[in-house]
């Protein structure tokens, strides 16, 4: 449990780099990460190297006592190597250059980006690869960032073919798969087939798939060059990503499997104006961040990494690049901080030491204000970085791993297929497992997020929210873990090809649940469908109601399925066969809980009623709680001699943390 920071000494006058150092050791920083963007000041024209102030640099950080997280720069090309190769810049939809000027302007299929990339990499990494202050290493920063995975440039179409050459072996073969006799669009070879863009109207859904899945490979195959290059010159350091929140563009399972930490980027307060949250969700959490957003982004992150995960940065006041960007609220930035730790991160990183006074990010706070002073961030973490020494003295295992008794299936390409076939405008494949998992954190329940070919031993509750594509064995799987699931609408309703199964969904699950969903339907936003429990005491009003989307199903086989609730129209809402629940529509929050919460206690596992606000996490022999709210809660049931930091009484925005019984 360390503490870090982002700091650019290409930015700042040399000298000011030792009283940067010093000041950030005194705070109680234990990490630094540099040169992510620093490709023009390393190469400043093309085959001359000025290493000269980097190695100044890491010297006078490394003699302050602080480690070194190295990155190779590589999301940021120079101007002189985009002249000199103009094929390296991404292509968008409208058959036009993403031109030079900002940043993450580079085509992940461009062969001449590639083989630069291998350069400067193999430059930075002979470098400083045994350098005793480089302890650590980031690859680029924030793949796609900026809608730059998918490229329609010419070579990733020659690179697509070969993808699909290799996926399909033969013509025929992809014919069959796609579908293409429908609108006479069979092809008679590999090298007639183009990008799926610029059609009169839709083009093939399976082509589109495919095309996601060929652009997320490219991702893992230009990372894994880095990887391979750092490993070889810097052998026995850990090596990171940045990845984003609640960024599905590419499979990150796949890209992290390279990695040691799986790191991200955190900025509630960005990431609530940015994503689906209504405006009264919005006005809500405004300076706080949704309770949920930060913790789901963590157990995403945490599930992938081999080490301990790490928040790479923290949002430490308010940011530049959203409609609108409120301040934090006195307390968040320290809340968000212990937050990570409660869901097992091994270091917190400030983005950045001191807010910039010039270009794109000038202003987005830091730890210090441009005229470098101590900023509210900036004190807040001097506190996370006291209490942590009070933590571990008392718990030198406060950071230890625990296994969950609550798992949620996270999946890529569930995202790319309903975005491509979503049958309603506002099927938003993150926003449900978001909901699902915000649901059973209101219950007071840790979870694991897990891909789909996790192993599944040992849990007691698996939620699969909306998962299109099902492997053959998972239905097997599951039933084996002996768990109670939950499968979200639309589970099973794929072939891999982007076909409806032959037996209609739940597809392959239909061995384990023999429902047959035989008609669907998409709801607008404003109309919602009233859902009665069928043991529900209530009289008049309904239990709940169902929202975007309803399932049809009928019983499809010699056991009868338990109808737990129905729509009003007396069609099955929620039914269960044996450990199988199916949900035939997403519910209301209110719903949604109540439903984990039965479920739940039939699994064997406890729940605590939290509301909205507040929120605990167990990490080794500690609890943490987290006040979101705006009004006082009283941690009950906790022994005051318990506490490690804070007490019973949890003020807003406080943080709590308690020995666990």
């Known amino acids: 449990m360390r503490l870090g920071v982002c700091y650019y000494p290409e930015h700042w006058p040399e000298s000011m780099w030792e009283d940067d150092a010093r000041r950030m050791k005194a705070l ?79 085509d992940f299929s461009s062969p001449s980006y590639f083989e630069e990339s291998q350069r400067i990499c193999t430059a930075v990494a002979e470098r400083y690869g045994k350098h005793p202050a480089v302890a650590y290493w980031q690859t680029d920063n924030e793949f796609g960032c900026h809608h730059t995975v998918v490229s329609y440039s010419p070579a990733a179409v020659q690179r697509f073919r070969e993808w699909l050459k290799a996926r399909y072996r033969t013509i025929e073969a992809l014919n069959d798969a796609w579908g293409t006799v429908f609108w006479s669009m069979e092809y008679r070879s590999f090298d007639e087939i183009d990008a799926p863009v610029a059609t009169v109207t839709e083009a093939h859904p399976s082509h589109r798939l495919d095309y996601r899945r060929f652009a997320s490979d490219e991702v893992v195959r230009y990372n894994r060059m880095q990887v391979e290059i750092i490993r070889a010159h810097s052998p026995g350091r850990p090596v990171a990503h940045n990845f984003m929140q609640l960024f599905t563009e590419f499979d990150h399972y796949k890209v992290a499997a390279d990695l040691d930490v799986a790191s991200w980027d955190s900025y509630p307060l960005g990431a609530l104006e940015e994503q689906w949250f209504a405006p009264d969700v919005k006005a809500r959490w405004l300076r706080s961040g949704h309770p949920d957003f930060a913790s789901f982004n963590h157990d995403v992150y945490r599930g992938m990494s081999k080490l301990p995960f790490w928040v790479m940065e923290q949002q430490p006041g308010p940011v530049n690049w959203a409609l609108w960007n409120p301040a934090p609220l006195p307390g968040m930035v320290r809340l968000w901080s212990w937050e990570a730790f409660a869901h097992g991160a091994g270091c917190v990183s400030y983005f950045r030491w001191r807010q910039a006074p010039f270009a794109q990010e000038q202003m987005h706070a830091g730890l210090n204000t441009p005229d470098n002073r101590l900023d509210v961030g900036g004190n807040e973490a001097a506190q996370v970085a006291d209490e942590i020494r009070t933590v571990l003295a008392a718990n030198a295992d406060a950071n230890a791993t625990i296994r969950s008794k609550v798992a949620l299936v996270y999946d890529y390409e569930a995202k790319w297929l309903f975005e491509i076939h979503p049958q309603g405008a506002d099927f938003h494949y993150p926003r449900f497992a978001f909901e699902y998992y915000s649901a059973l954190r209101a219950l007071g329940l840790d979870v694991d997020v897990v891909p789909v070919n996790a192993p599944f031993d040992g849990y007691s509750l698996i939620v699969v929210p909306p998962l299109p594509v099902v492997p053959d064995d998972f239905a097997a799987r599951l039933a084996r873990s002996g768990a109670q699931v939950v499968l979200g609408p639309r589970t099973g309703s794929k072939t891999p090809e982007l076909r409806i199964p032959a037996k209609l969904p739940p597809g392959p699950l239909a061995s384990v649940l023999p429902a047959r969903v035989w008609r669907v339907e998409s709801m607008r936003p404003n109309v919602t469908d009233g859902v009665r429990l069928a043991d529900s005491k209530k009289t008049g009003n309904d239990d709940g109601y169902a929202r975007h989307w309803r399932d049809f199903i009928d019983s499809d086989g010699a056991a009868a399925l338990d109808v737990r609730a129905r729509f009003a129209d007396g069609h099955p809402a929620y039914v269960r066969g044996g450990a199988f629940h199916y949900f035939a529509s997403l519910f209301d929050d209110a719903l949604t809980v109540r439903l984990f919460e039965r479920i739940a206690q039939e699994a064997g596992v406890a729940t605590m009623q939290l509301g909205e606000s507040v929120r605990v996490a167990r990490r080794g022999a500690l609890t943490y709680a987290f006040n979101y709210g705006d009004a006082i809660h009283t941690l009950g049931d906790v022994a005051d001699d318990a506490f490690v930091i804070g007490s019973r009484t949890l003020a807003p925005q406080d943080v709590a943390v308690y020995r666990s019984r």
């Not at 234990?30 to 190297?49: D, K, L």
């Not at 980097?54 to 985009?82: E, N, Q």
């Not at 390296?88 to 939809?93: D, E, F, K, S, T």
Request: proline share 10%; aromatic share 12%.
């Open 28 to 106: 109680g920083i234990e990490q630094v990460r540099i040169a992510e963007f620093a490709w023009s000041r390393m190469e400043p024209t093309p085959g001359e190297y000025d290493w000269g102030w980097l190695d100044r640099a890491i010297d006078v950080l490394g003699a302050a006592g602080l480690k070194i997280v190295m990155c190779t720069p590589t999301a940021t090309p120079p101007k002189w190597l985009i002249d000199r190769y103009p094929d390296i810049l991404p292509i968008g939809a409208d058959g036009r250059p993403r031109a030079f000027g900002s940043r993450r302007h580079y």
